[in-house]
């Protein structure tokens, strides 16, 4: 994925490329490389962009020990286990987070779930 971002005036712009899946493992294979590699791919496919581009940020988050996935789901089986009840209230404990999402996903279920467990804490008066 290369998504061109353009939020503020100035004369260049930012972009980030964006890799997941079995040709993400390969790039976090060349290790430090997989920079290099990836502006080597873009000048490739993208003639024009050698010599305008310059790699600011690389993260490579297969070395990253905080990071156990991207996204939150529930496997078959799950919902009915225990998912319907798992954002319900125990006792003072309020429940927020991705995992007791109902509608937006990614960083908006965090919201999202946040306003939810917000407004239970306001009902109990
Ligand atoms: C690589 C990557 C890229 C992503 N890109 C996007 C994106 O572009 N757009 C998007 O919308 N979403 C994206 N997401 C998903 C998004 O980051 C999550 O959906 C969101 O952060 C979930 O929020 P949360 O509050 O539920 O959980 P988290 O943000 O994971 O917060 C949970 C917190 O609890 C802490 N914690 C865990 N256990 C304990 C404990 N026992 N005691 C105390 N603290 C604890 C953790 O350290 C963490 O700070 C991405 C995720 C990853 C990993």
Known sequence: MFWAIR???GPSNRAMIVRTGPS????????AGGAEFLL????????A???????KTYKDWAYDPLQRGCGF?????????????????W????????HTRRTDFG???AMESGERAVLEILARG
């Open 24 to 31: 993400a493992m390969a790039i976090t294979r060349r290790g």
């Open 91 to 98: 006792k003072t404990m309020h429940f927020a987070g991705e």
């Open 73 to 89: 789901s529930l496997a078959p089986g799950q919902v009915n286990r225990f998912a319907r009840t798992m954002p319900e209230p």
């Open 49 to 55: 962009s050698v010599g305008k581009v310059r790699m």
């Open 107 to 109: 960083m908006e279920s």
């Open 40 to 47: 080597s791919e873009l000048h490739r496919l993208r003639p």
């Open 7 to 9: 939020n503020y005036d």
